[in-house]
């Protein structure tokens, strides 16, 4: 079964310009969650979709939004970036229901210059 | 409000047990979890425990859970090289719940 995947892997973007990440979860899993993870903050809570609607959210700023579709793919977009917006960028899918066992992808970096 | 606390960083010998350790303050907190995360990489679930259990085990990990005290434990037995990593506690209140982070406790293997 493959594991959650993550596109880009890396990405470089200058302050003020927008960015869209990628997630595809695991075959089956139909939740996907967003975290962002900094040295300074460590792993927040972004947002999570299931059947491409926003069951939970985090504190983020607006810019920060998502989407899900209905082949339970998700993006999340990142508009006028700041440089405190450089992160390491991860999802993770699950079974709702299940034990909130969250499978975890590699993460997209993004460094914003 | 929800806040989970580890100590950054521990080092250890190898072959020696290591223990991290983790306070958490929503006490209605269901499940604990530990992550583990190797450089460049993203989150490995290695356990977790319901809040209703006070110790797991699964081959040599251990989890001690003292609900009371809101405080979760991570024992590696006869740790080798290939556990130096960064390690996560987490919570989350329901199944359905998010899920909130401790920073991580960086675990180094002394030769």
């Known amino acids: 079964k493959a594991g959650v995947t993550q596109t880009p892997r890396y990405l470089i973007k200058t302050r003020g310009q927008q960015v869209t990440l990628s997630c595809s979860p695991i075959s089956g899993h139909r939740s996907v969650s967003w975290y962002q993870q900094t040295p300074g903050q460590g792993l927040q809570f972004l947002f999570e979709?299931?059947?491409?609607?926003?069951?939970n959210k985090g504190n983020f700023p607006g810019r920060f939004s998502g989407r899900q579709f209905s082949n339970s793919r998700s993006e999340m977009n990142v508009s006028t970036l700041e440089l405190g917006d450089s992160a390491l960028y991860l999802c993770a899918s699950f079974l709702r229901g299940g034990d909130n066992e969250q499978f975890f992808g590699p993460g997209t970096r993004l460094t914003v210059l | 409000g929800e806040d989970v606390e580890q100590s950054l960083f521990l080092s250890v010998r190898e072959g020696d047990s290591s223990v991290i350790n983790c306070t958490y303050t929503d006490s209605s907190s269901t499940y604990l979890y530990w992550y583990k995360q190797e450089p460049g990489a993203g989150l490995q679930l290695l356990t977790y425990?319901?809040?209703?259990?006070d110790m797991k085990q699964d081959q040599r990990l251990t989890v001690l859970l003292n609900k009371k005290d809101k405080h979760l434990s991570l024992r590696i037995a006869d740790t080798q090289t290939g556990d130096s990593a960064i390690y996560f506690c987490a919570e989350s209140m329901s199944r359905n719940d998010k899920i909130i982070f401790g920073k991580g406790t960086r675990l180094h293997i002394l030769p």
């Open positions: 425990i319901f809040s209703n259990m």
């Open positions: 979709y299931f059947s491409e609607t926003q069951r």
